[in-house]
């Protein structure tokens, strides 16, 4: 039976989904606290971590940079904030929480009453214990985020306000992992790494990312070459078609990885063509696994696959997630923290995602080579010896794979069409080959 | 944001609806007690009437004509019409109702026994104060509607029959009020005129023409020609087609109007063809307005769908309506009367005509200028600037225009794949237009 | 009228169907008591029983042959078998079920304790009295089938077990009713004839097949040639197809019929094509017929539809069945008897059958020779004269096969996209084409 389970899910199925979870789970303690943006230091040391689990080579393109209908920003870095009362109290501290400063904010150093402070404040009123994650790329401006109850005890009066930041020419920093395989057909798979202390939006991706790669780069076999790219949201995305324009149309298959710790139960949302094999392939995986699922819809609005489904592109790039982002009161809060994720989650998520690239790897058309009635099974010890009775979910993965491998079937679509999971269809469809049954096209 | 309004609906939002409802109920008034048939001096009065509104232009075909496998029949016309009892008292009469006549009667002046005469008369025992609605076109034959009531009044003895009618070569008259564009491709409104006093069938529907030819005229601009027809049913519809037969294909939308004025929700029957471009904006404007309404599937019995969509022509025509005829006890009976009929509801009807017109002037197809990746729609003040929240449907009918104007994608294409009203995608091209991120093809 | 009924219907409807059910199950009580296998004497005097009532041709195919990837098996024939107590008393009898023996035992005569004979005595512990019927075709075995009452009576000590079969080189027979029509473009029925006493699986085939077989044959008009295979299941219908290879191209519809006698509603299995004509057929009659039936899916397991529909055929063969095999319990036990099938079922099988031959034979394309407008259907007495009501079916029927008869669309397409029944889709086609407005393409 060894040879019907998918060289990635072998790797999984050795491994306790228990210990996966937790080690998932240690991985996002250990980026947790960076105060990442699109550009600076923070992105460069979480790509350092992932660097130290997967060969991964950090690529910097320089501020000013055109890249499509957009320019590469600024480099941002913080090392301070705070607000200081009138006894020099930090009521808001940025070496408490990353999320207290406006993300891109311009340096500041100033004295100014809590009147004149207050539009540069941001908090939100229904959940007074939680830090908003405001973010001001494009626009220069400055400013603090808190919770409403910070708000609430700040008193009139003078305040000093300190962002001690820069904003000057640099780079905007990002890393890929690539896995050669026998083609250069590619899989993509995507996250952004831009979001500061906010747990699954995105370290889950992050982690997951990161343990798939290593999963996979254990393979002695990979049909596919595949690319995990670690990345600024939106600005990241563009520059990396920018500068890998010519060579995009290698992507065969995508995901975005995003959201995928928490304890909700999986969306995919589809790419922008709906029927890709990467679409059918998710489809297929979360339909015959236990957890709750949803297929959704494209729609231009959300991560990455804007980018990459762009009409220019179109590339054949899914979402996945568990809950879906601004569906959920954490997202984008201080709430959105390291016990928002959890270690079963992250490893479910793992699972489903090396279940997908098991369906990719695997996806291939055969030709009865018998195709004319049934093949005798029984004399190949392939069937039941006494007639009368029911036939297995085995033998009929055998009956299906031989009824409908006439070429223009691909093992996924017998899976579909028989309702069997893809593993059966495609451990029959060995069985079948080795009994000289079946040739792969 | 004036721009993103359709010309049609500007017109229609400087008008109140309550005061247009009432106008068309007046003018349903006005229409109201002629006695009309599929010829003869009483549909020439209607199309006086609708001709002091709008450019009317009336065609006179005479007795005789050919016209495919019908022949145009003699005109007919009617002075007076009454049954009299013994006592010399009109039991029946037509100066009370013109629907005591059956339609097209051959005249007669007799007097026979109750028992000779119950072959021709015609009432609704189910409704027994109500008149019911009868014709006999192509047959030649004499007769009476009137109330159960006063048929159970009748009694035994001699009556004195009278129908002052003539039947004798003439005309089939009809009116066609075409309205230039800028091309000669046209949009087909038709109504059947020929019903005597029936008020939902068919006053509101050469209301509700009557009023939306009006708005159109105003019109500055007109991408299509507009020719709106008010015709005998049947062997009108027959007669235009037959003398139009050349030109028929400029036609590319088409609607048939009837019973638009009671008070029940909007029926559209689908063109034969089932997915015509009218078909999906008429589906579209209902799915976004706030009355209840049902998409019916094309058949071959109704209106004059019926002629418009017969093989040879198979024209991409269907029908609106509020109540289906045929599903209401009032449909051809005397309570079909001006009550019936609702000042909301027939300007309900224009609105919905009117937003149809509006979709199919404006469905453009559209080029993304910058289709690699999203344009920075923020440098154009064109988005949100602090991120992290979430997007208004304003911007998200942005992205969606950009992210399907490939070339392939009709704006109503987008508004029915991304759920968004018709007019807010309409404004979103516009925007991008002016921004020069979209070219129209 | 009576052009409108179908000749098939029309003796039908000439015959009870109270009469009909009778003889249906007198013939599946004169096949019961016979010990068919799939090859020997029992399947010969079952094709001499059905040869009696309609012409067929019986043919042999000697033992060793190859078919496909098959080879035609030794010919099994059974005289007797019991086993013996120590007493002397036959405590398992053949003779007074054929099911006690496993089909296609070879011969034994031995002496054996309780315990050696276990392995060979198949039983129903849930069913205590039933029989099961087993069968070991392709591995050379003996052995017993018995209720679990039996097998719970017999003590331990010495059984004398007998089975007095030959398993020797000889034939697979078959047979074949071909009935010639206007063009060799065939109709298939195909039905197992190797199940020994079972009634349901499936003399009810075999009988309803037969009755199918005599009405078609007493037809003076057929358009397709029909030809009735009665093979054993699997090695036949591979047999048969191996011996027809060049010519079962002529084969444009297919059923297999089999479980047709029992109480359930219909389920009618898809070819492999799903969208045949024999599918559309089927649906289109149980639509309109008053018992329940589902519709099912093609899949590759089940009767000889799945040598039919192997993929080096494709044929457009389904099969029809009142419960399907697997789901009911008296399936494949001695309780599918002359008791679990019924005259009303069997009767009701058989109409349903006619009538799918019926939309066959006369589903035709036509051309409207009127295609513009509707032609003027009161001067030709095909509709009602007085104006105003509503029309009946039958006018309906009119305008709907005028309305679709462009040459692309076939009664049967006319039948489902009105939803009206498909024989008086085809009177009215009938109809007009006798008034001149259509003619078959």
Not at 38 to 65: A, C
Not at 369 to 394: H, K, M, S, W
């Amino acid at each position: 039976m060894n040879e019907m389970v998918g060289l990635t899910n072998k790797v999984v199925e050795q491994t306790d989904p228990k210990v996966v979870g937790v080690e998932l789970h240690d991985f996002a303690k250990e980026l947790y606290p960076i105060c990442r943006s699109i550009t600076g230091e923070g992105i460069r040391q979480t790509l350092d971590l992932i660097g130290g689990r997967i060969p991964l080579r950090k690529f910097n393109v320089p501020t000013g940079t055109r890249v499509f209908d957009w320019t590469v920003p600024k480099e941002w870095n913080i090392r301070d904030a705070y607000i200081k009362d009138s006894n020099g109290r930090r009521v808001v501290d940025f070496q408490k929480s990353n999320l207290h400063v406006l993300n891109y904010s311009t340096p500041i150093r100033a004295k100014m009453t809590l009147r004149d402070l207050k539009s540069h404040l941001f908090s939100i009123p229904e959940r007074p214990d939680w830090i908003p994650y405001r973010t001001s790329y494009y626009k220069e401006e400055w400013g603090f985020c808190l919770s409403q109850k910070q708000l609430l005890a700040m008193n009139e009066g003078e305040y000093e306000v300190c962002i001690d930041s820069d904003l000057e020419d640099g780079n905007l920093t990002y890393g890929e992992c690539y896995l050669p395989g026998e083609t250069t057909d590619e899989v993509l798979v995507s996250c952004h790494a831009c979001h500061p202390s906010l747990a699954n939006d995105n370290l889950s991706g992050l982690t997951v990312a990161t343990f798939l790669a290593n999963l996979l780069s254990k393979s002695d076999r990979r049909r596919y070459s595949y690319r995990f790219l670690f990345i600024p949201g939106t600005i990241g995305a563009i520059t990396w078609l920018a500068q890998n324009r010519e060579t995009v149309g290698r992507v065969q298959h995508g995901l975005v990885l995003t959201c995928v710790g928490d304890s909700g139960g999986f969306h995919y949302k589809k790419s922008r063509r709906g029927s890709a094999e990467i679409d059918r392939a998710a489809a297929h995986v979360l339909k015959h696994q236990a957890e709750p699922f949803e297929m959704l819809e494209f729609s231009p609005y959300g991560y990455d696959e804007r980018q990459y489904c762009s009409p220019g592109f179109n590339l054949p790039v899914g979402c996945m997630m568990r809950s879906v982002w601004g569906t959920f009161p954490e997202y984008h809060t201080s709430a959105d923290n390291l016990d928002f994720i959890r270690p079963d989650q992250l490893a479910g998520s793992l699972r489903v995602c090396a279940e997908i690239v098991d369906v990719l790897e695997n996806n291939q058309t055969y030709r009865n080579l018998n195709p004319f009635c049934e093949p005798q099974l029984g004399r190949r010890n392939l069937y039941r010896t006494t007639g009368g009775g029911a036939i297995g979910e085995e033998i009929n993965a055998r009956l299906w794979v031989l009824n409908l491998s006439d070429g223009e079937h691909s093992l996924l679509d017998i899976a579909e069409r028989s309702g069997i999971p893809f593993s059966l269809i495609r451990g029959a469809a060995e069985v079948l080959q080795q009994a000289g049954l079946l040739a792969a096209i």
